[in-house]
Nanobody, 116 residues
Framework: QVQLVESGGGLVQPGGSLRLSCVAS????????MKWFRQAPGKEREFVAG???????IYADSVKGRFSISRDNARKTLYLQMNSLKPEDTAVYYCNLVSWYSQDYWGQGTQVTVSS
């Protein structure tokens, strides 16, 4: 069973930056897709960023140009660099890895709050 542990959330002022990390218990080459989602209070979980194995990253329109998804295979870690943060980015952020057998794995979530 793959476990994902997220970190890096916190309170940041508008315009600030955060980098989220998602450490997997297995090698990242075992996954065909890696994604970040977020869920704000009272809203449904929404896609933020993702990258398929060998593919280019894709982003939600709301974060395009501000967020960047990356990975470090040696550290078994998925990252989400978030710049120019806005209050509407406030949410719990989840990493999601999809195995080559199309099995979904989710992290526990990390809270990001953007407020002055």
């Amino acid at each position: 069973q793959v476990q994902l542990v997220e970190s890096g959330g916190g309170l940041v002022q508008p315009g600030g930056s955060l980098r989220l990390s998602c450490v997997a218990s297995g090698d990242l080459i075992n996954f065909k897709a890696m994604k970040w989602f977020r869920q704000a209070p009272g809203k449904e979980r929404e896609f933020v960023a993702g990258r398929a194995s060998g593919g280019s990253p894709i982003y939600a329109d709301s974060v395009k140009g501000r967020f960047s998804i990356s990975r470090d295979n040696a550290r078994k870690t998925l990252y989400l660099q978030m710049n120019s943060l806005k209050p509407e980015d406030t949410a719990v952020y989840y990493c999601n890895l999809v195995s080559w057998y199309s099995q979904d794995y989710w992290g526990q979530g990390t809270q990001v709050t953007v407020s002055s």
